[in-house]
């Protein structure tokens, strides 16, 4: 790729893992970026300074992410994080060190699918026009939780969109069940946790009223399918000066 | 229609009834059948027999099926029977009564959809080929139980299979769960029982394996799919004398 | 029920048809709302006015529809449409009416079902996001034209969406076809039309990028489904002087 | 893995290519295999004669597969085969060798999926059953053909089933057709090609009665998915003299 003038200076943190290399390649890809920097474990942060990064890609370790974030504003570098770990304390951390640098931006997501992010959005508007919705989630069986935190994220944004609507409990006549086959409560709307070999990261919405139902679903196969979402980001970090936690508000 | 030579001569009991009536619709429809009784409560069954009829079908009431299937055993006349509560009593009651009239057959089948029953089969061959199943099924919210009949039915059938396949439980790494999230066990299957508005009566098998699932769905919309399950039975019962439970080894 | 000072006076027109019986039945058991008049071919429009109406639902015919329009405008009662034919002659017709009425609202919509309007929009919203899109719509096999209606009006909207964000062609390195494997090509968007016996009216959006896919799917099986939509209709026409034609902006 | 006595001593041919590699693995994996011999391009065979290899798995090139047939069969090897290119005459060429050597057997399979060859098997059974079929298949958009060879093969199967029950054309009212909107016509059964970035490999297959419909759906994701079925393979063939075509018979 050519050197353009236009394009976004990008430095990728955590660029020898499993994500930071799918972010290195897709940004090399990107015809309107230029990857600067590919720093791991051991490598100076300084060097992507050097290198003039704009906006830097953090797919590090909760443990390094905060000693990042605080460099990278430092020096007025934007960052997009996919880093997990964020509670209430750090996002306050890192409004505060934006507070005082206007310019720069930080992205927290913790998704970056935009499938996921378009199936959530679309479930909450959906959700104040249909007496019923149940959320069924299907997984490879090697996961540990159940249901999953796309499923209990969808679920709680759709309870608040039924709540706000005025809508109340959900027609259900169940008398005799056996248990669990209603499946989990999660804020009244129940969820279904299908494991199963061959399945990988699968979700469907399922709303109905009389006479007609509506579906929303997501398959992810591939952790490739985060690199548009990620890109996005970039795109517009620069642009978006303070904190924004979720890739939701990016898309216009 | 005319009285062509070769049609079977079909009497419905329970003519008034919702399933009765759309079975005498059906049998009028059929080019292979001459419907020569309709009776209901307060008819005498002797009526049925002064028209010649061959086969009886019986949608009437658990009150009333065995002395209708008596009285037509007595005369030579085999019987399509769908109404509801057979015991293991019963059955043998009716298999007493068939052994002193040899060439006369009765088909007691709990289900006359061939969808559900092709469902269940193709469900119990597929059972030894793969690491996982689940059952996800999904009916209108005025159901009373949950799981459905069919699907703990299914699961029974897959759990067999499983077992004379040598097979072991299903590989499932949940630690942390929501009650209820991975659905109910019914012989070590986990079946989902979805209930909303705008939906009928559907039920959904998945198996799965390393880098492959495969899907039977069955999605039942109206008691008219019962007829050619039944017109089938009516077909073949006079080639199958004795007893026969389920429509499932009519189906060559 | 009674009759509240808030229920909202309700006249529907074409009352014996299958469409307006259904409205009428709706209507009624609606809380907030007073079936005030139901007429037919025949019944005179100022029986309804003498009624109070304060909003008519026409299910009547193109040819019906005009004159009960311009009566209804002129009389200052607002009107929910559901009736075909509406070209654009008619439709700027009936904004001339209004322009003379300024507190009249008149709606005319194609399809009242809350689902499709909701496929529609999010298939619309999604389209700027993925490389690949395709439509498979599936009917019963009366159905006279392929593709229907509402899968080419959807075609239509992403292809809009797409155009709007600049994607070119979508992926496809077909090149041995056999006539008609990759469906129906509408703007550029590819569509499927399915017919079999037991379908009744389905459509799926399939949205791909690398690595996941995202599908919205719609199941309409009764047109007691419209009646939600029909009854949004009646509660927000009051607010909403002028012409609006779909049901779409009257979804907040 | 120990050598254990009743173990199947296994060689692998092509074993450096992407589905050679999978066997060699899996082969290992299997606790009642041993894998006796990699060899590939270059390799001689006798070397895996030398490793008293009873079984070979033939992963080559149409190139290359002929000769290691004719040497295997020779040499009292039974081989399954997944190398394509096998024309009627190549067929009854094998046949020919085999005649000479009666106790031992090769396997000819074009898809050793399960799960493909399961739906195929129960996509004939339900033909006869229903009014209506139609097949959607779902590939990646670098696919070169459309419709599938899957989906193609399934139609005929489909076909020959309904033909043998006497089933006429199916029902279809289409007057008003956009040129592709119903698919390709395959033997009578209309088959849908959908290419979509995000697929992988998908068919489903629709059959459609009054009333209810009953789908059959294969997803396959990954290449380890044919494991299964060439282990099946190794494990049946040696009780198979002579030649064998389609996996479809070694599933009981």
């Not at 490879?140 to 706000?164: M, N, V, W, Y």
Request: charged share 25%; net charge negative.
């Amino acid at each position: 790729m050519t050197n353009q003038a236009e394009s976004i200076r990008v430095g990728v943190l955590g660029a020898r893992g499993r994500m930071g290399l799918e972010v290195c390649k897709a940004v090399d890809a990107a015809g309107d970026m230029e990857l600067v920097a590919m720093l791991d474990q051991g490598d100076e942060l300084f060097k992507a300074s050097e290198a003039h990064a704009q906006v830097f890609v953090d797919f590090t370790t909760p443990d390094a992410v905060m000693d990042n974030l605080r460099w990278a504003v430092d020096q007025g570098i934007s960052v997009v994080v996919g880093t997990t770990g964020f509670t209430d304390e750090r996002l306050s951390q890192v409004r505060e060190w934006l507070a005082a640098k206007p310019g720069v931006g930080v992205l927290v997501a913790p998704n970056f699918g935009l499938g996921a992010v378009l199936m959530m959005q679309f479930a909450a508007r959906a959700a104040r026009y249909f007496d019923s919705v149940e959320i069924i989630e299907q997984h490879h069986p090697r996961k540990l939780d159940a249901p999953s935190g796309t499923s209990t994220h969808t679920a709680h944004l759709i309870a608040q969109a039924r709540a706000e609507a005025g809508l109340g409990p959900m027609p259900d006549a169940t008398k005799e069940e056996v248990d669990g086959a209603r499946g989990a409560d999660i804020d009244g709307v129940r969820v279904h946790s299908v494991r199963a070999a061959g399945l990988v990261a699968h979700q469907e919405v399922l709303f109905g009223s009389l006479g007609e139902t509506l579906t929303i679903r997501h398959d992810s196969l591939d952790r490739v399918s985060f690199m548009p979402g990620v890109l996005l980001g970039v795109r517009k970090i620069l642009e978006r000066p303070g904190l924004t936690v979720g890739l939701d508000s990016f898309l216009d």
